[in-house]
């Protein structure tokens, strides 16, 4: 169980720093003519870039909450926020780029959707791969087969006190 908590870490972590470099590399200059240009850039503005906001941080607020974290929820959704707005703030500062307050609500749409879409899928998980010996256990049974109930009951039971102590 403790690899499957690594391998979720590091896909995050590889994610994230995949993200990061795309959300604050210059954005390489082309070579097109002005006209064609400019109805690429309209198009891409318009309708391309709310979408893979979107749908970037949505990722991230899933695999993020697929991580068994030692902190709340909420502290993780601030957490995740924050760097959204902190993207945001250095892409100003970042050549041919720009901050802009549409791709910070994306950003924060898609945290949550992807926050809340990893809640739903960890509760599908559990219920269908719960282990089957479980189901099986009556209310008063330990997983060693004993019943509890018994043991509780008879306070000479040599199980309820390890040695063999003889009643008064």
């Not at 970042?94 to 901050?99: C, E, G, H, T």
Request: glycine residues 4%; hydrophobic residues 45%.
């Amino acid at each position: 169980m403790r690899h499957r908590k690594r391998i979720a870490l590091v896909i995050f972590l590889v994610y994230l720093a995949a993200l990061t470099f795309f959300l604050l590399a210059p954005r390489p200059q082309d070579h097109l003519n002005d006209s064609f240009k400019n109805l690429l850039r309209y198009f891409f503005w318009t309708y391309v870039d709310p979408v893979t906001h979107l749908v970037c941080f949505t990722m991230l607020g899933f695999l993020a909450s697929l991580i068994p974290w030692r902190r709340s929820r909420q502290t993780l959704l601030i957490l995740l926020m924050t760097y959204g707005a902190l993207t945001e703030i250095v892409q100003y500062f970042v050549p041919s780029r720009s901050a802009e307050w549409g791709d910070l609500i994306q950003d924060m749409l898609g945290i949550a959707t992807g926050m809340v879409a990893a809640s739903y899928f960890l509760t599908w998980w559990r219920a269908r791969y719960k282990p089957p010996h479980l189901d099986e256990l009556a209310d008063d049974q330990e997983p060693g087969g004993r019943d509890v109930s018994q043991l509780a009951e008879d306070p000479t039971s040599d199980e309820n006190h390890g040695d063999n102590r003889k009643p008064l």
